[in-house]
């Protein structure tokens, strides 16, 4: 069984081989990254801005729209387990603080959704509250922009210099 998921595992890697793939693999990465699975988007982002130099915008631009699509299906997944929640136990749960601060701030809290640890439930929380879908999608996208920019400009300009390999 370990070898065959080390196999898998070397297959998934080989077929997002960023210079073969590029954009369609950071699209993915970035999407899956973030649902709820572990996992940074950030360092294929790096990379193929350090294999092709001329890509950074529409590496950003991708990234981010892979990142607020992945952001967007924890919504929905946040607004089907509540209305399952609801139609099993026929009750609202009680409000915690959290819970409570995030109404409060309504849809603009998901410019938060970029923040790691907190940011991929946060999308699904909002979805369970039932928050406007389009503002939230739109405030998930600002704020996985702003942080795919400044972190990659961030780390080119901690790692300057061209690939020479």
């Not at 065959?4 to 950071?26: D, K, Q, R």
């Not at 026929?90 to 109404?103: E, F, G, I, N, V």
Request: charged residues 10%; contains cysteine; aromatic residues 12%.
């Amino acid at each position: 069984m370990e070898a065959w998921l080390h196999e898998m595992t070397a297959a998934l890697l080989a077929a997002l081989a960023l210079p073969e793939i590029g954009l369609s693999a950071v699209f993915i990465i970035a999407l899956i990254s973030a649902t709820l699975l572990p996992m940074g988007s950030e360092p294929a982002v790096f990379a193929l801005v350090k294999l092709e130099p001329t890509m950074f915008w529409p590496v950003i631009v991708v990234a981010t729209l892979g990142n607020t699509v992945g952001g967007a299906i924890s919504w929905w997944m946040g607004y089907g387990a509540e209305r399952a929640y609801e139609h099993a136990r026929q009750r609202k749960p009680p409000d915690a603080r959290a819970l409570q601060w995030l109404q409060r701030f309504g849809a603009k809290a998901c410019l938060l959704s970029w923040l790691p640890v907190v940011g991929d439930p946060l999308c699904a929380v909002a979805g369970w509250l039932r928050l406007p879908f389009w503002p939230c999608l739109a405030y998930m996208a600002i704020g996985k922009f702003a942080r795919y920019l400044s972190a990659t400009a961030a780390l080119l300009w901690v790692f300057p210099g061209q690939y020479s390999g």
